[in-house]
């Protein structure tokens, strides 16, 4: 079975621009949740989607947005980029409540 | 709301040695709580969960740890460590009903000496 799948592995773009972000979860898992990564402060929760629904949104600005389409991959975008957004972005997919994580090997964005 | 904060971001043992990895939890709700691991330029990888039941938990690579309600603790030990063992180490904590949020500490850098 495919593990979870994040592409690109590496993006690097400046200030200004907007990125688009993609994750296949693992088949058979409806939902899909992202984390921002940067050291110091760990993980932090951007979103949670579950059968093309958002359920579930961190404490980030409008420029962080995501959707679910029918076959349960996702794509989180983020528009007008900063230098703070620079940081590992992982994808994580899960069959149901509370059960493990499967995350990706994850994004990792630069910003110049 | 739901917290968890992990003591030490930088812990170093001795090959052989215990390892003890602290994380202390916050929530309204019965916890659902996880240890997950990070090796370098990878994903996180479930070590152990606890949901419900006994309250030592036994995981991948030889990892336990103790759900202690009343300290509100769930610390990671390993009796002996293992060079393998260097990475770095989150507890997370999920359990708000209908949700697949988790929140995630700040993670703890294990280093493993000769």
């Known amino acids: 079975k495919a593990g979870v799948t994040q592409t690109p592995r590496y993006l690097i773009k400046t200030r200004g621009q907007q990125v688009t972000l993609s994750c296949s979860p693992i088949s058979g898992h409806r939902s899909v949740s992202w984390y921002q990564q940067t050291p110091g402060q760990g993980l932090q929760f951007l979103f949670e989607?579950?059968?093309?629904?958002?359920?579930n949104k961190g404490n980030f600005p409008g420029r962080f947005s995501g959707r679910q389409f029918s076959n349960s991959r996702s794509e989180m975008n983020v528009s007008t980029l900063e230098l703070g957004d620079s940081a590992l972005y992982l994808c994580?997919?899960?069959?149901?409540?509370?059960?493990?994580?499967?995350f990706g090997s994850g994004t990792q964005l630069s910003v110049l | 709301a739901q917290s968890v904060t992990q003591l030490g971001s930088h812990v170093s043992v001795s090959e052989g040695a215990l390892v003890l990895l602290r994380c202390n939890y916050s929530?309204?709700?019965?916890?659902?709580l996880f240890w997950y691991v990070q090796y370098p330029n990878q994903g996180l990888q479930l070590l152990l969960k606890y949901t419900t039941g006994a309250t030592l938990v036994k995981g991948i690579n030889g990892f336990e740890a103790e759900f202690k309600k009343s300290e509100t603790s769930f610390h990671l030990t390993k009796p002996s460590a293992h060079m393998s063992d260097a990475a770095e180490y989150f507890c997370?904590?999920?359990?708000?009903?209908?949700?697949?949020?988790?929140?995630f500490g700040t993670g703890t850098r294990l280093k493993v000496l000769a």
């Open positions: 929530s309204s709700v019965p916890p659902y």
């Open positions: 994580a997919s899960s069959f149901s409540t509370n059960e493990k994580l499967f």
């Open positions: 997370a904590v999920g359990g708000d009903s209908g949700t697949y949020k988790y929140i």
């Open positions: 989607y579950f059968s093309e629904t958002q359920r």
